[in-house]
Nanobody, 113 residues
Framework: VQLQASGGGLVQPGGSLRLSCAAS????????MAWYRQAPGKQRELVAI???????NYADSVKGRFTISRDNAKNTLFLQMSNLKPEDTAVYYC????????WGQGTLVTVSS
């Protein structure tokens, strides 16, 4: 499984971004997928997870602001981020939890005025 994350960039506080993660392979539709992030000087942390059945779970810090979703026809995972805060600044990684673990290369999100 190969994962390619994209969509990061510089955004002002309160702004929005949508991250995408394109996955190779034919089993994406049954995979458990997740987004993680790693801020400078901090450990990598789970942001959101999405099962093939549609169940989702979020870190408390992003609940109500971030939405994880997937398009199985396009083998793509998304993370819609709204009302971004400076503390959301991090490198964001997509991960295939099961099968896996497989990691994408990360995309940098910077929230700053």
């Amino acid at each position: 499984v190969q994962l390619q994350a994209s969509g990061g960039g510089l955004v002002q506080p309160g702004g929005s971004l949508r991250l995408s993660c394109a996955a190779s392979g034919s089993i994406f539709s049954i995979a458990i997928m997740a987004w993680y992030r790693q801020a400078p000087g901090k450990q990598r942390e789970l942001v959101a997870i999405n099962t093939s059945g549609g169940s989702t779970n979020y870190a408390d810090s992003v609940k109500g602001r971030f939405t994880i979703s997937r398009d199985n026809a396009k083998n793509t995972l998304f993370l819609q981020m709204s009302n971004l805060k400076p503390e959301d600044t991090a490198v964001y990684y997509c991960k295939s939890v099961q099968p896996g673990p497989y990691w994408g290369q990360g995309t940098l999100v910077t929230v700053s005025s």
